[in-house]
Every structure is written in C-alpha cells, then in structure tokens.
C-alpha cells in the first residue's frame, strides 16, 4: 500500500502546478490574451509495462495562459478511465492503437468497462490523446474511438466520459472536426457494429442545445446524422484520420489504407493489437466522396485517384464549378511504422526514416460532370491548379493532383478562411524523419514559403491566432511550444509574427515538455477582463519543489520524445 501510495505521488509530481511569471524575451502583444490547451501522448510506462507506440501513450494536457502579457503554465495527466485502471494496476491494463492488453484478473476493474462490442471486439479505450474539441461552451480531449472526455479548460480537471454511441451509431469518430461560423460541430465517424452496413457516417452537434440559451444544457444530446455513406467493403471500411468542408460540400477520401473487421474480431483473443489489423491495400484506388451539404447526398460521379494515405486535410473550397481541396499525402503507411518506440531509439533521427516523404497534393474535383464530354478528357476549368480530372466511361472520374509542396506535417491554416479560398499553410517542416525541426508558413499563391528554426528545437504543430479586427489573412501571431534536445535549453512557447515570420516573444518555461500532437486557443472573453490568477491547485503535492516541475513521460534518454533539460526533472 505504502509502495502504492509513493508511486501515486510521483505520479502527481509529474504534473506542474500553475507557474507564473515564465521567463520572456521581450513582450507579448497586448491584445493576445487567452489559452493555448494542447493534448498529446505524456505517459508510454505504466510499472513495468511499456506501450509500443507513440500514439499509445496516455494523454497528458497541458496549457499556456497569456493573460496581460504575462504565460502561466500547466499540464495534467487526462484521468480517463484507461489512467486510473493503469495506475490502479500499476501496469498497462488497457489495449491501444498499438498495444494489446489484459485486464487485471485480480480486480474487478473491468466488469463495466470490458463490455463488447458486436460481441466480438472489446471496449475501446477512452485515453483521449490526440486533440481537444469544443462543443457548445464546454471542451473534450478527443481520440479516435467513440469516447471522449469533458475537460476544464482553466485547470485541466478531467470530467465527464461521453460515448458517442449514445446520440449516433458511431463505433469510430475523427478527433478532427469541422465547426462552422455558428460554432456548430461537424464529425464522421465509422458503424462498424452492424456488420452488414459497415458505413461512414457523418453528424453534427449543434453549438447550442435547440430551443434553449440556457448555459449547462448538453449539446450532444441534439446531435443529428447528416449524412451516411455505405463502405465499399462491408469487413474492410477505410481508416481516416480527418476529411474536408467546403461552404457547400465535404469531401471525404475513402483510402486504400484500411481497418480489417474480422481481424479486429480476433485481436483479443490472439494477442495483437489493433495496428496490426490495419492494412494499406498497395493495389487499390482511393474513393473521393463529395457530399453535398443541402441534398445531404454524396454527388453520384465515382470519382477516384492513386493509392495513398491522407492523415490530415490542410483546406478545401469551391472553385469554378470544382472543388478543390489540399491534403498532406504519403505513398504509404509508413509513418505509423516510424512511431513504433522501439524505432524511436536514440539515434533515431539518423536512423529513422520515412519511405514517403509527405506532399502537400491539391485536387480539382469537378462537380458537373458533362456526359458528353470526350473520354480521356480534362473536366478541371479552373487556371489557378495544374490538377486533372479525367473523364472514364460510366461514370468515372480519374483525378490527378498538383504537387504543391514537400515535407510537411500538422498543417493549420487561419480558419476563418476554412472552407473557402485561402493562401496560407502553417505547418511543421518534416524530411525523411518524422520529426519537424522547422516551423513553415507557405504561400500556395506565389508557392514561396518563410521559416522558423532554431539549432536543437523541436516545434509543435503551429497554431495560427487572429489579430482582433484582422483584415489580412496572415494577420496574426502564431503560438507553438518547442522543445529541445540540448539540456541545457528549457522548452518554451514561441510567439511569431504570422506575416514575417519573425519572433515576437517566447516564455520559457522550468519543465520536461512533452512533444503534443494538436489543440486550440481559447481567446478570453473581453481583452480588458479582471486579472486572473490561476488557482495553485497543486501547490501541496508539489511544496517540496519550489519551482513545481513538470517531468511528464519516461524522462531523459527514454523514447518519448520528452526533451529534457539536465538535472531538472523530478
Ligand atoms: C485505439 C484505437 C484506434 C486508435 C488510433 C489512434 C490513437 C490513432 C492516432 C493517430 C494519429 C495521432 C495520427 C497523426 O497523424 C483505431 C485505430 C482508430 C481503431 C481501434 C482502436
Ligand atoms: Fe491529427
């Protein structure tokens, strides 16, 4: 017990209580004043169990608070229901995306969370690591299963655990949505529990629960199915990690990269995970649906291109009859290869290395389709891309895309802009390695780029925050947290001038940084509002260190990609 209890202890040490005053190098503009919340993978071992992927690790969020040019920092592990079993285990008691697991025989931890699904694949996890997602006045950490965890943004408590399935037959969502200007959500997400209609299908929460203003009413609970697109293959539905809107269609690629059903069925009782029931199908097309937003029915052309893996849509519009949209595309699945941690060892820049490097792909998808047009014809009117698209007999459409940039990764662009036609990508910059050294601001109207770098930093992705009352579209600053792989340098948030692209600011702060994968800025309400000081809700755990250091992760030399500084972790 008492080994249980100092265990426990050194876990809460392994998060930070606020922090003020993070060392700055010259000021921070006035009007920027609210949190930057980020998630990611913190945690890869849990006693003496190891997970084998980066995308494995348990969430740990954290968060910048820039209130009157000052940064208060944070970061708390997310207490899913996953954590608390892990923890109360002291092992890895729960599968995830690269890690099979068993419950604890001892315990009884399992009897509701162990339920089945179709009654062959078991629960998912709720280790809800990849982003955070606002609905209504209220934020989720997301993942990519049908569970999803309510946070407060301000003090990263972890609330509420809500199972899509309860407001849509969903057993997969993306933990990357759409909003529009109304803040409403938009999603999709995969039924595969009706093994007859293995389906895509996508749905929208509305920003406000209809019919009230009222604050605390839940906005899920009004969710709706827009629209739902049968799989092609009833056991094999495709795997997507995002998709695109336009103003009035969404476009959703259906890849050759796929979820195997049956093999999923299996996992459990042969001991794999559930990456290895993920296939890339070299030899098959990937299916472009086009949804349209006020027929709520995809455009009936069966339009396609080459096999390749899409992670992340950059941005998508409607463009002289066409749509065009801009994805981040590989040949292959090997980036899920690379983040297997035994591949992330410590010469793992030099060793590592993508057998596809990333490209930035723009495709022109037109949306009347002329029947007498030639076969073999280019459909595409539009002068601004090179993309083709191919008119085929019955039907079909062979779109070929424009190359636009190579060797970049976790793209964001000034949503405002989303949707419709947009000149700016904000990205990480990644050769053969998966990790970004450079932060990228590329232009796809002069095809010209700007870059941020500095020796030994790590950037995270990079996030694009409007000047009040902007009128350019890269009017704005852009926030980024970097670590580093010299102990001597702590990590830091950076502020950049989004136009130049030169610093504006960084707080530097005293902690072991994990490298995150996506977030968003929550803008406080009125600029002018009452200085708040964050509550020290940790101070107790951490009174036995002053400077209440964070050490999230394995620590130093250990493949988590914490960037450590010397001497300073707990
Ligand atoms: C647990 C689980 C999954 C998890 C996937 C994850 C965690 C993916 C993360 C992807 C990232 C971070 C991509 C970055 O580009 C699946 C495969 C959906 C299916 C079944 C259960
Ligand atoms: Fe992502």
């Not at 299963?145 to 943004?153: G, L, M, S």
């Not at 950059?314 to 090997?334: K, M, P, Q, R």
Request: glycine fraction near 6%.
């Amino acid at each position: 017990k008492k080994k249980k209890k100092r265990r426990r202890k050194k876990e809460k040490r392994k998060e930070t209580r606020p922090l003020t005053n993070l060392e700055l190098t010259s000021s921070i503009p006035a009007w920027l004043q609210g949190t930057l919340l980020r998630n990611g993978p913190g945690m890869h071992t849990v006693g003496d169990s190891k997970y084998n992927h980066w995308f494995d690790g348990l969430a740990l969020l954290h968060s910048f608070s820039i209130r009157d040019g000052e940064v208060f920092y944070r970061s708390k592990y997310l207490q899913s229901d996953t954590y608390n079993a892990n923890i109360e285990a002291n092992r890895i008691v729960v599968s995830e995306f690269g890690t099979m697991a068993y419950p604890d025989p001892c315990k009884n931890i399992f009897s509701k969370a162990f339920s089945y699904l179709s009654h062959t694949i078991p629960d998912f996890t709720d280790n809800c690591l990849i982003n955070i997602m606002k609905c209504g006045e209220d934020f989720y950490a997301t993942t990519e299963t049908n569970y999803i965890r309510k946070i407060d943004p301000q003090t990263l408590e972890t609330l509420e655990k809500v199972d899509y399935r309860k407001y849509v037959a969903v057993n997969l969502a993306t933990s990357h949505p759409h909003y529009d200007e109304a803040g409403n959500v938009l999603n999709m997400g995969t039924s595969i529990a009706d093994k007859g209609r293995t389906k895509y299908v996508m749905f929208k929460i509305p920003a406000t629960a209809p019919g009230s203003k009222k604050k605390g009413k839940n906005p899920l609970k009004h969710s709706e199915v827009f629209c739902s697109i049968p799989s092609r293959s009833l056991l094999s539905p495709s795997y997507y990690h995002s998709f695109g809107v336009t103003e009035n269609y969404v476009v959703f690629l259906e890849q050759p990269f796929k979820l195997d059903i049956l093999k999923m069925a299996t996992a459990y009782m042969r001991g794999v995970s559930w990456a290895s029931c993920m296939t890339f199908c070299k030899e098959d097309k990937t299916y472009i649906h086009i949804i349209d937003q006020k027929t709520r029915k995809p455009v009936p052309t069966k339009f396609y291109t080459d096999p390749m893996v899409v992670f992340h849509h950059v941005n998508a519009y409607e463009e002289d009859g066409c749509v065009l949209f801009d994805v981040i595309a590989y040949e292959d699945n090997s980036l899920y290869q690379l983040f297997y941690l035994a591949n992330l060892n410590k010469d793992f820049e030099e060793k590592s290395r993508l057998t596809s490097v990333p490209t930035l792909r723009r495709f022109a998808v037109p949306l009347h389709v002329d029947k007498d047009a030639e076969v073999g014809s280019n459909l595409v009117k539009v002068s601004s891309t090179t993309a083709t698209a191919l008119k085929e007999k019955d039907d079909h459409v062979y779109c070929q895309p424009e190359v636009l940039y190579e060797g970049l990764e976790l793209p964001r662009i000034n949503y405002a802009h989303n949707g419709k036609p947009y000149r700016y990508i904000f990205a990480a910059e990644v050769q053969w390695s998966p990790v970004p050294t450079k932060i990228l601001k590329y232009d796809v109207l002069t095809k010209s780029s700007l870059k941020w770098s500095e020796e030994s930093c790590w950037p995270a992705e990079p996030l694009f925050v409007p000047t009040p009352g902007a009128k350019d579209e890269d009017d704005g600053v852009i926030l980024s947290a970097i670590i580093s792989t010299d102990p001597q340098k702590l990590p830091f948030l950076l502020i950049l001038d989004a136009k130049s692209f030169t610093e504006l600011a960084r707080a530097s702060v005293d902690v072991d940084m994990h490298l995150d994968l996506h977030g968003l800025f929550i803008p406080d309400a009125g600029w002018n509002a009452v200085k708040q000081t964050p509550a020290k809700t940790q101070e107790d755990e951490n009174s036995d260190h002053p400077t209440g250091l964070t050490a999230p992760g394995l620590g130093h030399g250990e493949n988590d990609f914490t960037a450590g500084h010397g001497g300073k972790s707990l």
